[in-house]
């Protein structure tokens, strides 16, 4: 009994936190709506009617599934303390060099689509892989060294798109993919087109799940992160588990740029959707690091920002939304250092509590 309420009070910890944010951030936008002189709860009501018609809960879907590849990217590094924020330049990296390789062979749609999806994971893991070698060969925080790779990737791809892979091209992009390098599109009932990368991102999202928490990796993963020490003495190499993560991380990071690729634009250039690294830091904190948690995450963010379209044409500032953003980031980071602080006090009580028994003096 004891360890079901254990259980259900943990669930609750882990639910009152993301609705605290949200209560937080519903807060401050109602102050600031009242500031311009909008009516907060007609703005509201304008924004859910609009947000939960059909083609904008389609839409919101399909950019939740970048959002979520993101996410992903970041939470693996978070598992090990690490923090990785140059997912929006690996992914940017990684959606040229894939444009670029699928638009030059020409294969059966499957094997077409896998090669292309390769190429992608491939150039994010390299791209991250620099900031990987200058942790573990020259102590170099990867907090900078990711950071600053992202500008470094905005230069090489720009200089590559305009010199090498899109020179002469009056589009200013790469050539276009082939229907077969492109995903395909599941025409729902009313006639809203949703991106097959949504059901890539389900299967992804169960096997990075099991990855992290039902293989030796993932145990290796936890024990470094939680201690090092402790990990080496057990023969786990610090050095190799960061490389390997940090791999990975780009890894995933190169997908979050497929579905506007190959969904969308089947084409990079300059003008290519950009941001969606940097929403996913925030992502991946508000689901806590977990994929069932970054996909409802990733659907609160791709509802807000396909909700926000409507407020531009109803003479209400859309900024609106990306505050509440940053409030839901900035509470939640805050309510889990909070109740990381509360939970340790409470074990040193219960510690103190257990040991004092112990201490008394015997009749």
């Known amino acids: 009994m004891s360890r079901a309420r254990a259980a259900g009070r943990e669930a609750l910890g882990v639910l009152a936190v993301p609705a605290l944010a949200l209560l937080i951030a519903l807060t401050v936008a109602t102050a600031l709506l009242a500031a311009v002189g909008a009516a907060p709860g007609r703005t509201y009501l304008t924004m859910l009617e609009f947000g939960l018609r059909p083609d904008s809960l389609v839409s919101a879907v399909n950019r939740a599934a970048v959002y979520f590849f993101a996410a992903l990217a970041v939470a693996v590094?978070?598992?090990m303390k690490l923090f990785n924020i140059g997912v929006e330049g690996q992914y940017h990296v990684a959606a040229l060099f894939a444009a670029v390789a699928g638009a030059a062979v020409r294969l059966p749609g499957p094997l077409h689509l896998a090669f292309v999806c390769l190429v992608a994971v491939l150039a994010g893991a390299l791209w991250a892989g620099i900031a990987a070698v200058l942790k573990v060969w020259r102590g170099v925080s990867e907090v900078l060294s990711t950071l600053l790779l992202n500008y470094?990737?905005?230069?090489?791809v720009a200089y590559l798109l305009a010199e090498v892979f899109a020179a002469g091209s009056t589009s200013g992009s790469t050539r276009e993919l082939p229907p077969s390098a492109r995903l395909p599109q599941l025409t729902l009932p009313s006639?809203?087109?949703?991106?097959s990368a949504t059901l890539g991102a389900v299967v992804l999202g169960v096997a990075v799940h099991v990855l992290l928490t039902r293989s030796r990796y993932g145990y290796e993963l936890r024990a470094g992160g939680l201690n090092p020490v402790a990990a080496r003495v057990q023969g786990i190499d610090p050095r190799r588990m960061i490389l390997v993560t940090m791999l990975l991380s780009g890894g995933l990071a190169g997908l979050a740029g497929l579905?506007?690729?190959?969904?969308?634009?089947y084409r990079y250039g300059m003008d290519f959707p950009s941001g969606a690294?940097?929403?996913?830091?925030a992502v991946a904190l508000l689901g806590r690091n977990t994929p069932a948690g970054i996909a409802l995450a990733a659907l609160l963010?791709?509802?807000l920002e396909r909700s926000a379209l409507i407020l531009d044409i109803e003479?209400?500032?859309?900024?609106?939304?990306?505050i509440m953003q940053g409030v839901i980031v900035l509470s939640v980071v805050v309510a889990y250092e909070v109740a990381r602080r509360m939970e340790r006090r409470r074990a040193e009580r219960l510690v103190r509590e257990q040991a004092s028994p112990a201490l008394e003096p015997t009749a």
């Not at 579905?259 to 634009?265: E, I, K, N, S």
């Not at 690294?277 to 830091?281: K, R, S, Y």
């Open 152 to 156: 470094v990737a905005t230069a090489v």
């Open 301 to 303: 963010f791709g509802f």
């Open 259 to 265: 579905p506007d690729l190959l969904g969308q634009t």
């Open 191 to 195: 006639g809203d087109q949703l991106g």
């Open 277 to 281: 690294g940097f929403t996913g830091i």
């Open 77 to 79: 590094t978070f598992r």
């Open 315 to 322: 003479g209400i500032p859309k900024e609106i939304v990306t």
